[in-house]
């Protein structure tokens, strides 16, 4: 079955460290990843895509994650974490271009100050 | 204001009533799509929309019916709530298929006595 795991449910980083939120895959064909970020009492928002190209995508607030075929993973990551940064962190895979959105449990990231 | 809004944002009722969620979105998104979210299983898709009086079934679609008699509005209706049905229900739309960003409602919290 097409699936995406968040192997963390909860990730704690001190506040400028680098901070990493884990998402594996496992589908067939050629996957498209998301992240997408929820914060409190807040719909989901956009974070980055990975549909083609450059493995290394930059998203938004600082944002980025590397396409790994040979691993079917698809971390996120930030140089520097920010408090502002704690929140809900979803991962997504489209199987294939006509799918729908599969969406992980998410992992809920902490930026201690 | 231009967006996606969904009401009410909180709703308590009892076992055995109707209730329906709306959503409504100003960008005349062809895709609209109902979640749930539920803690250890993330989001989950309820039904979605392609179109227009075009509707289909997502991963849950049990107890719940939805309808599209016009583009912008895609309300879910729970028939006979259950206490399994509480839970925070997020509307999200987008221009076309899996590949293009989702933007979701607010979303609504539902406990169900």
């Known amino acids: 079955a097409q699936s995406v795991a968040q192997p963390e449910d909860q990730v704690n980083v001190a506040e400028g460290n680098p901070l990493t939120v884990k998402c594996t895959y496992s589908?067939?064909?050629?996957?498209?990843l998301f992240w997408y970020v929820q914060y409190p009492n807040r719909g989901l928002q956009f974070l980055l895509k990975?549909?083609?190209?450059?493995?290394l995508v930059k998203g938004s607030y600082g944002f980025e994650a590397e396409f790994n075929k040979s691993q079917t993973s698809f971390h996120l990551k930030k140089p520097s974490a920010l408090v502002s940064d704690s929140a809900l962190y979803f991962c997504?895979?489209?199987?294939?271009?006509?799918?729908?959105?599969?969406f992980g449990k998410g992992t809920r990231l902490h930026i201690l100050p | 204001d231009a967006g996606i809004t969904q009401s009410p944002r909180y709703k308590i009722t009892e076992t055995g009533r109707q209730v329906t969620l709306m959503c409504h979105q100003t960008?005349?998104?062809?895709?609209m799509f109902w979640y749930r979210q539920d803690l250890g299983h993330g989001l989950r898709l309820i039904y979605y929309?392609?179109?227009?009086?075009?509707?289909d079934k997502g991963e849950v679609p049990d107890g719940y019916v939805v309808s599209r008699s016009k583009t912008e509005n895609f309300p879910l209706t729970l028939e006979s709530a259950t206490r399994s049905q509480t839970s925070v229900y997020f509307c999200?739309?987008?221009?076309?298929?899996?590949?293009?960003?989702?933007?979701f409602g607010p979303g609504t919290r539902l406990l169900v006595l």
């Open positions: 999200a739309s987008t221009t076309s298929g899996g590949l293009t960003t989702q933007y």
């Open positions: 589908v067939s064909g050629n996957p498209y």
């Open positions: 990975y549909i083609t190209g450059d493995n």
């Open positions: 997504a895979v489209v199987p294939n271009r006509d799918d729908k959105i599969i």
């Open positions: 960008w005349s998104h062809s895709y």
């Open positions: 929309s392609a179109a227009a009086d075009i509707t």
